[in-house]
């Protein structure tokens, strides 16, 4: 059954660093996101992305987040100066054509961020 | 309060009894969905309801939606062990693009 990977599953990282949180979506999925979990929080959204663009994003991804797809496989979340309150569960998910008004989107394992 | 958000914060049953969880929203949605998390884990789709729905199964699982009332539960038929978990309702926004509203969640213990 197909299924969305991320890497690394653990990153820890000093603050002020770059980060790159790697995912592969399904592969005839269109539509793909970024959430994050705080220990013990709930899911929030980050930002999704279509069509080679962010569709929409939250006001928790300002400009030191950005997101790419730079091949026909993977997408990537990129944190630029990462902050104590940027540790988190990172989850990277995909979902299929939209067309029926369906999102039911496959989540990714998530990858662990621990910023020191 | 938040889009998307469910009470109980946590529930303890036994097993073979059945569980039942709501979430509320607030604004207008497309559909709503149920997922599941086993700790420090991926979500899991459950199942999805349309705004135009009223109602859905699937196995154990029931939900139903009142758009009125702009409410969501979810119902876990003869429950076992293997369902503890913390169980999410998120609302697909009816906005100009894809935005998922995830809520705080419950935290389900089914005790054998």
């Known amino acids: 059954e197909p299924e969305v990977t991320q890497t690394p599953s653990h990153q820890v990282t000093q603050m002020g660093q770059e980060v790159i949180l790697r995912c592969v979506p399904i592969s005839n999925h269109l539509y793909f996101y970024w959430y994050r979990q705080i220990l013990g929080q709930k899911v929030e959204f980050l930002v999704s992305f279509y069509n080679n663009e962010i569709s929409e994003k939250s006001e928790i991804f300002d400009d030191q987040f950005s997101v790419e797809r730079p091949d026909g496989s993977n997408f990537t979340l990129k944190i630029r100066s990462t902050k104590l309150e940027d540790s988190a569960m990172y989850f990277c998910?995909?979902?299929?054509?939209?067309?029926?008004?369906?999102?039911?989107?496959?989540f990714g394992p998530g990858t662990r961020l621990t910023v020191l | 309060s938040q889009q998307g958000e469910e009470d109980p914060q946590a529930l303890s049953i036994q097993e073979g009894e059945n569980a039942t969880m709501n979430c509320s929203y607030k604004t207008s949605i497309n559909n709503l969905q149920w997922y599941r998390q086993n700790s420090g884990r991926g979500l899991v789709h459950l199942i999805l309801?349309?705004?135009?729905?009223r109602e859905k199964h699937s196995g154990r699982l029931r939900v139903t939606l009142d758009t009125s009332k702009k409410s969501s539960s979810l119902l876990i038929t003869a429950s076992r062990a293997a369902d503890t978990a913390s169980y999410f309702c998120a609302t697909d926004l009816r906005t100009g693009g894809f935005k998922t509203i995830f809520g705080a969640g419950t935290r389900l213990f089914v005790k054998a």
């Open positions: 309801i349309r705004s135009n729905e």
């Open positions: 998910a995909s979902s299929d054509l939209r067309g029926t008004g369906k999102n039911e989107q496959f």
